[in-house]
């Protein structure tokens, strides 16, 4: 690990003079796959760091596959269970390739101006140092990002860059789970931390170098009843001129995220926290701190055979700069699918984030989305994010084949209030009418999405949006409908 490490270094050190030389990196991960090669036997371990496919619905193929799968596509159980003295080691992780046509938005926001074609490449290389009893291991991700040809450069992100950053360290812990034969462990350095559906934490791992990744010491708790987790944490900035990576200094999350067991559905509590002493909070009355406090729920689950349902509910409240905060946030979807060939899903969803009625009356009700992922939710083309926001969505989905699935997504989205900004994915405002003379309607987006399986561990996604403005945005300026377009290649292993 540590030569691994030394071209990581050495090759940020080349990236301050400013020297593309992508080969250095792409050299540490064919290094990385070698070392990975010399190891012998075994079937899959962990699956917990694993990120779930990362768009739509679910995973893309529930792959009870697994046994079926032909020995050559089981090459990769090689590279688990390796025995290291009295230890494990398992080694995986991820290749992508996409490729994404942007046509009046980019990776940033909605953008008339915008014209954007950009392959992006992820690799993503795991060891997890495991002993099973006593229940603790080490896990390191080493995570590898480029975007060739985007018309947007470094100093397009002043902060945390969504789309590049080069072979820097995504996770780093330790876990020891059930000490001493306690319910309670810990989990201790940079890691993802995702709950439920990801709707209010979630890793955002459609974007390249991946939204949340945290500097985080969590406990743990497991009972018969419940698990608990409870931890605190500060997020991680993707630079491609710092390595590693550091954490922002603002904000900070508390959190405690509570799973109910033995029930039939999923039914999770949770209160999040976000603190930022920092005094750069401009609320409507001044300038001040941060400190949010997000109780809520989360539940799915399926019933009457052929129906499932989410429903997810926040409420925040406290101080954001001088003013006193009091939004919402939620969800809830229906699904129907049909006992008949191909399987079809339908599908309605809503969310709704709370907007801002009255931009002068010291309350602030803009919802912040928690910590949340932009990417499976609000529309394919990312131009929408859970604040000040009504998604009224209507999905299909089918499965020709048991390796093929396609989606329909239909979006109408609204503001919420109409005084208050239309927030990008970065809750940045994009456009507002103070006055709210525009009215709320954003217009509709249609997605459509394939995803092909042709065997295990491999993925080909292709997909197409198009988001038609409605009167908030030809009001607000130019109006043109966005267009975007990605073909993806991945291979998890
Ligand atoms: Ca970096
Ligand atoms: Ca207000
Ligand atoms: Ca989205």
Redesign the pocket.
Known sequence: MNRINAVCRYR?RIMFVGNPARGVCAACVILSFALAYAAEEKPAAETEEKPAVETGEKPAIETGKKAAAETWERWNEALKDLPIGPLKLDIGGELRLRYEDQDAFDVRRYDPAARDRLLLTRAMLDFNLRMDDPKVNLFLQLRDAHAVDSRLKENDFPQNNPIE??C?IRQAYIQWLRIGGSPFGFKAGRQQINYGDQRVFGPGLWGNTGRYAWNAAMLKAETDLLDVDAWVGRFIE???D????RAFPDPTAFVAYVSVKKLPVRLDFFYAARYDPSGDTRGEKGVGDLISHSPGFQSEGKFAGHFDYSATFVAQFGEYGKDRIEAFGAAAALGFTAPIPWKPRLAARFAWGSGDGNPGDGVHETFDGVFGGADRFYGDLNLFFWSNLRDYELDLRIEPTGKLLIFAEYHYFTLDRSKDAWYTTGLRPLRRDITGASGARLGWELDLRAVWMPFRGFEIMVGYGIFEPGRFVRSTGKDDAAHGFFLQFRQTF
């Open positions: 940020s950053d080069h820097d993707n630079r491609p710092t390595w590693p990576n």
